[in-house]
């Protein structure tokens, strides 16, 4: 069967401090990985999305970074965070041939 | 651009009630609509999905009714029970498959 991990779980980090965030997936080969962000309260929003390893695509521009050194890990980096880079971090990933996404746990993320 | 839109924000349901959740799109070239179930401090999960080629899918007390022709579906829970509280995104995707277009989600409470 399929796992995905997402670590850390919580992380609280200085405003201008960098970020590193890490996902893998087990039990699959050459998944699709996808990075969301959820604000309190609000919905997901797609930040980057990978086809296959250093293939990145970015759907908003902002702030963060994304790369995939290896098939089934995915990481979200930032060099300097801003206060509006707090929010639940969510990594997905999905079959090449179906369309479910099976989402981690997550990793709650506090700027200061 | 909201691509699919949700509604209720909000939900509030007595134990044993009927909860009703309903999205609508544009996008015709959508063809799968799934409904993740979120719980506080956990990521999405699939629900259930549907395809625009049958009007209602049912497994256990969840159903999802599809309308093709008014572009709506809609996540029905039966005999809604305290532990169906939760937050409930719709979906849908099209033939690209990469992307899930997500509702911003409904905050189910279910009252004993």
């Known amino acids: 069967s399929q796992t995905i991990h997402q670590w850390p779980a919580t992380l609280v980090q200085p405003v201008g401090s960098p970020l590193s965030l890490e996902c893998t997936v087990e039990?699959?080969?050459?998944?699709?990985l996808y990075w969301y962000r959820q604000a309190a309260g609000r919905g997901l929003q797609l930040l980057f999305y990978?086809?296959?390893?250093?293939?990145i695509s970015s759907e908003v521009p902002q702030n963060l970074s994304a790369s995939r050194p290896q098939d089934r890990q995915f990481i979200l980096s930032s060099k300097k965070l801003l206060l509006s880079d707090s929010g639940f971090y969510l990594c997905?990933?999905?079959?090449?041939?179906?369309?479910?996404?099976?989402f981690g746990p997550g990793t709650r993320l506090l700027v200061l | 651009q909201q691509q699919v839109k949700q509604s209720p924000q909000s939900l509030i349901v007595q134990k044993g009630g009927i909860s009703i959740i309903n999205c609508a799109y544009e996008?015709?070239?959508?063809?799968?609509f799934p409904w993740y179930q979120q719980f506080p401090g956990k990521g999405p999960a699939l629900l259930i999905a549907?395809?625009?080629?049958?009007s209602e899918k049912k497994e256990g007390r969840f159903t999802i009714s599809f309308n093709k022709s008014a572009k709506q579906f809609s996540l029905h829970i039966m005999d809604s029970q305290p532990g169906d509280s939760a937050t409930y995104f719709c979906?849908?995707?099209?033939?690209?498959?990469?992307?899930?277009?997500f509702g911003k989600g409904t905050s189910l409470l279910v009252t004993p």
């Open positions: 996008n015709t070239a959508f063809d799968y």
């Open positions: 979906a849908a995707s099209g033939n690209s498959g990469y992307a899930l277009n």
């Open positions: 039990g699959t080969s050459n998944p699709n």
């Open positions: 549907i395809r625009p080629d049958v």
């Open positions: 997905a990933w999905r079959r090449l041939t179906r369309e479910t996404q099976y």
């Open positions: 990978s086809v296959g390893i250093g293939q």
